[in-house]
């Protein structure tokens, strides 16, 4: 079992930039694909960016592919999301997620390992 926190969530400026953290304990990180969801208030949670366990093969929602990069680093246990040139509309609550192994889905319920979240709020 793995455990997640997610850190960097912070108030941004439009056009801002932001780096969000998600940190994994146990010494078996490298063994679970990782991704990144949000919600925003009155939404379903929605899909992000996934990444495998490698971190050599990743894939994002339409809505901020070459704005978003998703990373990892598996000597530290950890998970990034890089935003750039951010939206108002990507105000949520960012969640990591993990699924043993691999998944190709972007179904929330794909995934059986939740952090808490981090709120991104991006004003115009």
């Known amino acids: 079992q793995v455990q997640l926190v997610e850190s960097g969530g912070e108030l941004v400026q439009a056009g801002g930039s932001l780096r969000l953290s998600c940190a994994a304990s146990?010494?078996?990180?490298?063994?679970?694909?990782m991704a990144w969801f949000r919600q925003a208030p009155g939404k379903e949670r929605e899909f992000v960016a996934r990444?495998?366990?490698?971190?050599?093969?990743?894939s994002y929602n339409d809505s901020v592919k070459g704005r978003f990069t998703i990373s990892r680093d598996n000597a530290k246990n950890t998970m990034y999301l890089q935003m750039n040139s951010l939206k108002p509309e990507d105000t949520a609550v960012y969640y990591c997620?993990?699924?043993?192994?691999?998944?190709?889905?972007?179904?929330?319920?794909?995934?059986?390992?939740w952090g808490q979240g981090t709120q991104v709020t991006v004003f115009s």
């Open positions: 990444i495998t366990r490698s971190g050599g093969v990743t």
């Open positions: 997620a993990a699924v043993p192994y691999y998944t190709d889905s972007q179904r929330s319920t794909a995934y059986p390992y």
């Open positions: 146990g010494r078996t990180f490298g063994s679970y694909g």
